[in-house]
């Protein structure tokens, strides 16, 4: 069964605009961390962001913020002000009980 | 800090030839992983040490591939025989975990071996 989905496999969005990409996870227990990646065309995985299952607050880093419905299980990250250097593949992942889960990405394309 | 540390970057060799990767994880982290990307599979997790010990290598695909962590500072990944399908980009990734090993820790990755096998 597939725990991390990304619906979207590319996606544009203008220079200076917000962009949402979308994450939805599945499990049961209610102990888990979720995670962002960003892989550019240079191949290195560049952590970006992490929210624990308990987090009362959106975890925010910079121009990265997760939006993280609970209820929803979903996890999407939003990167404000796109720059063209943000032109990359992005990974949501998952870990809960010692495993790791990758969903298979977002290729997002910033216009300038 | 120096990050994880892989090496080599690439790797060209032919097929039946014994390959080994090898993985110096960030000092002071007590988990490892190693992953392989490919386009049709994505990231796949191989195998995952916690204090050196194999935890979970149920992600090898077969008795081909091999892993190691003789000390905290070292990691290898070998194939032997080596076969065209186990071309991909194979990252080394380590964390610090926790004691209650909830295994909630952000992974840090390594740059990656880009393997060729021809």
């Known amino acids: 069964a597939q725990k991390i989905t990304q619906t979207q496999p590319g996606m544009f969005v203008q220079e200076k605009e917000a962009v949402t990409l979308d994450c939805t996870y599945d499990?049961?227990?209610?102990?888990?961390?979720l995670f962002w990646y960003k892989q550019p065309s240079s191949g290195e995985m560049i952590f970006l962001i992490y929210q624990g299952s308990y987090d009362q607050q959106n975890a925010t880093e910079g121009r990265y913020s997760l939006n993280f419905q609970k209820a929803r299980k979903s996890a999407n990250l939003v990167i404000s002000a796109s720059q063209l250097g943000d032109s990359a593949m992005y990974f949501c992942?998952?870990?809960?009980?010692?495993?790791?889960?990758f969903g298979s990405g977002t290729k997002l394309n910033v216009k300038p | 800090d120096a990050g994880v540390i892989q090496s080599p970057r690439h790797e060209v060799t032919e097929m039946g030839q014994e390959v080994t990767l090898r993985c110096k994880p960030i000092?002071?982290?007590?988990?490892l992983f190693w992953y392989r990307q490919t386009m049709m599979r994505g990231l796949e997790l191989l195998i995952y040490?916690?204090?050196?010990?194999?935890?979970?290598d149920s992600g090898m695909p077969e008795d081909r591939f091999s892993a190691k962590m003789p000390n905290a500072s070292f990691s290898t990944l070998k194939i032997q025989p080596s076969e065209p399908r186990d071309s991909a980009v194979y990252f080394c990734?380590?964390?610090?975990?926790?004691?209650?090993?909830?295994?909630?820790?952000?992974?840090?990755f390594g740059p990656g071996t880009r393997l060729t096998v021809l």
């Open positions: 040490f916690n204090n050196n010990v194999p935890i979970d």
């Open positions: 000092s002071g982290h007590n988990s």
């Open positions: 499990t049961s227990d209610p102990s888990y961390g």
């Open positions: 992942a998952m870990t809960n009980f010692n495993k790791f889960y």
């Open positions: 990734a380590s964390s610090q975990t926790a004691p209650s090993g909830s295994g909630l820790d952000t992974q840090y």
